[in-house]
């Protein structure tokens, strides 16, 4: 062991409150780091379930008419499914239609896909729709769609659900693929378009829109990423990580300042030390070795329990929702974590380095203590 660390392992840093502002500010950066991870896969993950992570379709699609389908069984869906990352490939179906119910009506957007439930004619309905048109589950009621010729079905309601993107003019109702396919007189491999989902980690490491470009060079068909599809959702979440990078550097210069007033004032304690020490034979940077390391304990102490808060804070949170957002402004209904450990350990690190730098500054006073004075006066 040098003497150094020897002389380091018996001071102490007494400065509580520094410690306590170094546990807040990574408690807070950690918070951040995982609210901004969790939107992104809640949202992600949500939009992927909604209209895939890439869409592919023909370039004359028209949602009115019962034109130009795409074929679910071509060759290239295989090669499309066995790219990295890509989870499955959907085949579905999209009309525009309108509901009219006992008071009012409303142009929807029809999406046919393959599912469990063998109700025929059965939709499931977003909630706001449901409210919009005063829908309850059991409920039915005729659905027009415009063609060749007008057609006119008449749907029962069977489910009710949560989405996240709906707009006044594209309210997405789910129908059974096969019914779809009735209505447009299509063959069953007869679609009109095949939605991509990636898997949770291909969604993280796979950009979507490299991969709609290789898709569309795979299949010869028009390929759109849902960046392409949804740019003000990706838009917000960039200004959310904007927010944490300007949370990030504020609260490392709250947590540098506070530490430099504590590592001052162990300076100004230690003077008579310092002094002791110089006259031995140790250099300056020696010295500034010492404190800085005695810094370094202190900053890894709060970063270890503002870390550990977190880190709780987030499972609880995960587990229970216990706190809510408004999902008209926030997209979710609660505030979502996602614990990506790489980014909490950058965001650590980067922390760490930077305040270990500030406190560069006040070891400066180092340089300034006179041994011959101070030995004097002991």
């Given at each position: 062991?040098?003497?150094?660390?020897?002389?380091?392992?018996?001071?102490?840093?007494?400065?509580?409150?520094?410690?306590?502002?170094?546990?807040?500010?990574?408690?807070?950066?950690?918070?951040?780091?995982?609210?901004?991870?969790?939107?992104?896969?809640?949202?992600?993950?949500?939009?992927?379930?909604?209209?895939?992570?890439?869409?592919?379709?023909?370039?004359?699609?028209?949602?009115?008419?019962?034109?130009?389908?795409?074929?679910?069984?071509?060759?290239?869906?295989?090669?499309?499914?066995?790219?990295?990352?890509?989870?499955?490939?959907?085949?579905?179906?999209?009309?525009?239609?309108?509901?009219?119910?006992?008071?009012?009506?409303?142009?929807?957007?029809?999406?046919?896909?393959?599912?469990?439930d063998t109700t025929?004619?059965?939709?499931?309905?977003?909630?706001?729709?449901?409210?919009?048109?005063?829908?309850?589950?059991?409920?039915?009621?005729?659905?027009?769609?415009?063609?060749?010729?007008?057609?006119?079905?008449?749907?029962?309601?069977?489910?009710?659900?949560?989405?996240?993107?709906?707009?006044?003019?594209?309210?997405?109702?789910?129908?059974?693929?096969?019914?779809?396919?009735?209505?447009?007189?299509?063959?069953?491999?007869?679609?009109?378009?095949?939605?991509?989902?990636?898997?949770?980690?291909?969604?993280?490491?796979?950009?979507?829109?490299?991969?709609?470009?290789?898709?569309?060079?795979?299949?010869?068909?028009?390929?759109?990423?849902?960046?392409?599809?949804?740019?003000?959702?990706?838009?917000?979440?960039?200004?959310?990580?904007?927010?944490?990078?300007?949370?990030?550097?504020?609260?490392?210069?709250?947590?540098?300042?506070?530490?430099?007033?504590?590592?001052?004032?162990?300076?100004?304690?230690?003077?008579?030390?310092?002094?002791?020490?110089?006259?031995?034979?140790?250099?300056?940077?020696?010295?500034?070795?010492?404190?800085?390391?005695?810094?370094?304990?202190a900053v890894a102490?709060?970063?270890?329990?503002?870390?550990?808060?977190?880190?709780?804070?987030?499972?609880?949170?995960?587990?229970?929702?216990?706190?809510?957002?408004?999902?008209?402004?926030?997209?979710?209904?609660?505030?979502?974590?996602?614990?990506?450990?790489?980014?909490?350990?950058?965001?650590?690190?980067?922390?760490?380095?930077?305040?270990?730098?500030?406190?560069?500054?006040?070891?400066?006073?180092?340089?300034?203590?006179?041994?011959?004075?101070?030995?004097?006066?002991?």
């Open positions: 062991m040098s003497a150094g660390a020897f002389i380091a392992g018996k001071l102490r840093f007494k400065g509580k409150m520094a410690v306590w502002a170094i546990a807040i500010s990574f408690f807070i950066i950690i918070i951040a780091v995982s609210v901004a991870e969790g939107f992104r896969r809640e949202i992600l993950g949500s939009l992927s379930q909604l209209a895939g992570d890439v869409q592919i379709s023909a370039t004359s699609l028209n949602l009115l008419h019962e034109q130009d389908p795409i074929f679910s069984d071509e060759p290239y869906v295989q090669a499309i499914d066995s790219l990295y990352g890509v989870e499955e490939v959907v085949p579905v179906i999209y009309r525009y239609g309108i509901l009219k119910g006992e008071q009012s009506i409303q142009g929807v957007l029809f999406k046919g896909v393959e599912s469990s025929r004619w059965g939709i499931t309905v977003p909630r706001r729709l449901a409210s919009l048109m005063n829908l309850n589950v059991g409920d039915e009621l005729p659905a027009y769609f415009i063609g060749e010729k007008l057609k006119a079905r008449k749907f029962r309601v069977t489910g009710i659900c949560d989405v996240l993107v709906d707009s006044p003019d594209r309210l997405v109702v789910t129908a059974g693929l096969r019914d779809m396919q009735n209505l447009a007189r299509w063959k069953e491999n007869e679609v009109s378009a095949l939605e991509v989902r990636l898997s949770a980690d291909g969604r993280k490491n796979v950009d979507s829109q490299i991969l709609a470009w290789e898709i569309a060079n795979i299949s010869g068909m028009m390929s759109l990423s849902l960046r392409e599809r949804y740019s003000a959702l990706f838009d917000w979440l960039g200004i959310v990580d904007g927010n944490v990078l300007a949370i990030l550097v504020l609260m490392i210069i709250v947590a540098a300042f506070n530490m430099m007033s504590g590592l001052l004032i162990l300076l100004f304690r230690s003077i008579s030390t310092i002094g002791v020490l110089k006259s031995l034979g140790m250099s300056g940077k020696q010295l500034n070795a010492l404190f800085l390391r005695l810094g370094a304990r102490t709060g970063m270890l329990a503002g870390n550990a808060a977190a880190l709780l804070l987030c499972f609880v949170q995960d587990r229970t929702h216990l706190l809510k957002l408004d999902p008209a402004n926030y997209f979710v209904s609660f505030v979502p974590m996602g614990v990506d450990l790489p980014s909490i350990l950058v965001a650590d690190v980067l922390a760490f380095a930077a305040i270990l730098l500030f406190l560069l500054i006040p070891l400066k006073f180092i340089s300034r203590v006179d041994p011959a004075q101070t030995v004097r006066s002991l």
